[in-house]
């Protein structure tokens, strides 16, 4: 099967389903939120600590599930840990109170990082290079995509059978996932060849840690996933707090900058393999320029703009702001050592969760001590220091093209 030349394709298509299926126990299970809150009587800031134990608990665990798809391959992890992500979604159906909820949120989030380092490793041994910018695009977005298909599925579930029917609804959607990732896909390394290749954990940590065009990779990234998340968490109360449109309005918006997200993932990676002849640097040095004056354009817009106007700035920042990850994760992956792809996705995504914990309250702080202006610019300062970090970094050459 996997000589078959189709079968590249059919392991993006497994791809989608690995990096999106694991999302559904974070960003696909916030629909379920509004239940759970009635349910239990909970405050706003209860309903925000669901959230913080999912990804904190995704920030601990990252680095160790990439070095263990580098030691025992993406099929065998990426599969089990699916499994078990599906039925700790469906355990939701013996939740009885607010701290039930958050133990089986933080297993949930604990399994949760294995879907981004495997679905990148698979790309990276099964895609050619010319093609890779492209399949990791698509990648990501199984992220929205699976997440906008739960948004629209489990509400009516869930009202007309309960929230915690629908957890186990989706908790088998998941399992039955990873059983279909266990019996289709084969990873191209042998177990033999791998264990011989991959270095002991610290080993591997310390070479991930040390290697210099990693750790400016790294830093570039920081910046950037903190813009993306506070974008994400604060244009709707920004553009109905301070240009006075309503949140139906402010929520359509939204849904365009996220569509607008969806579609840029994958351009950025089809001119990255096109026209930039598989470079990534020079292509996110655009991407970021671009980000820079989108949120200038944000922070100093008049209160009377027309909605084109704000159409127009929600795919920008979905084309910019939001749509760059992917990009990102194909560089990380190209200059890791082949035996340290799992590591440094890994590592990067206890980076970026740490990224996603500090900046939105930031955003939400100096937006409360100044304006939402002054933290706009603060976002486009950011980007300009990730850019900095970004021009240190050494891309290695392509002789494919």
């Known amino acids: 099967m996997t000589s078959h030349r189709f079968y590249p394709y059919l392991v993006i298509g497994i791809a989608v389903l690995s990096h999106g299926g694991f999302a559904l126990s974070g960003q696909g299970f916030t629909p379920f939120y509004p239940f759970i809150q009635d349910d239990f009587n909970l405050s706003r800031t209860q309903v925000g600590i669901i959230t913080g134990t999912i990804f904190g608990a995704a920030t601990i665990t990252s680095t160790g599930f990439g070095w263990l798809i580098d030691h025992f391959g993406a099929r065998l992890m990426s599969g089990i840990t699916m499994v078990a992500s599906g039925i700790a979604v469906a355990s939701m159906v013996f939740a009885n109170s607010f701290s039930t909820v958050l ?29 890779r910018a492209t399949a990791m695009s698509i990648k990501q977005a ?33 399992s039955i996932g990873g059983i279909f990732i266990l019996a289709v896909y084969r990873d191209k390394e042998t177990s033999i060849e791998r264990k011989r290749s991959t270095k002991p954990f610290w080993q591997g940590i310390k070479s991930v840690i040390t290697s ?103 795919i920008g920042l979905g084309a910019t702001a939001t749509s760059w990850v992917s990009l990102h994760s194909v560089l990380l992956s190209e200059i890791a050592k082949p035996s340290e792809v799992g590591t440094a996705i890994g590592y990067a995504s206890t980076l970026s969760r740490s990224a996603i914990v500090i900046t939105p309250p930031f955003f939400g702080w100096i937006s409360d001590v100044s304006n939402y202006q ?20 050494k891309e290695k050459p392509h002789s494919n093209y």
């Open 212 to 314: 210099r065009d990693l750790s400016f990779a790294m830093a570039f990234g920081f910046p950037l996933v903190g813009v993306q998340v506070a974008t994400l968490t604060y244009f709707i109360l920004y553009v109905h707090d301070d240009l006075g449109v309503s949140i139906i309005v402010g929520g359509s918006l939204l849904a365009i900058l996220q569509v607008s997200s969806i579609v840029m993932r994958i351009t950025w990676g089809v001119i990255s393999d096109t026209l930039g002849k598989g470079r990534r640097k020079p292509i996110l040095l655009v991407a970021g320029l671009l980000t820079i004056i989108v949120l200038l354009t944000v922070a100093f817009l008049p209160q009377n703009t027309p909605y084109w106007g704000l159409v127009l700035v929600a």
């Open 374 to 393: 002054t933290a706009w610019l603060a976002m486009a300062i950011g980007i300009v220091v990730a850019l900095f970090f970004l021009g240190f970094v």
């Open 142 to 174: 199984g992220n929205p995509l699976l997440a906008a298909i739960a948004a629209a599925l489990i509400p009516p579930i869930a009202i007309a059978y309960g929230w915690q029917f629908a957890a186990v609804a989706l908790g088998i959607f998941i």
């Open 103 to 131: 133990i089986v949120a933080a297993i949930m989030g604990s399994l949760r990082p294995v879907g981004h380092p495997a679905g990148t490793k698979a790309i990276l041994d099964w895609v050619s290079l010319r093609q």
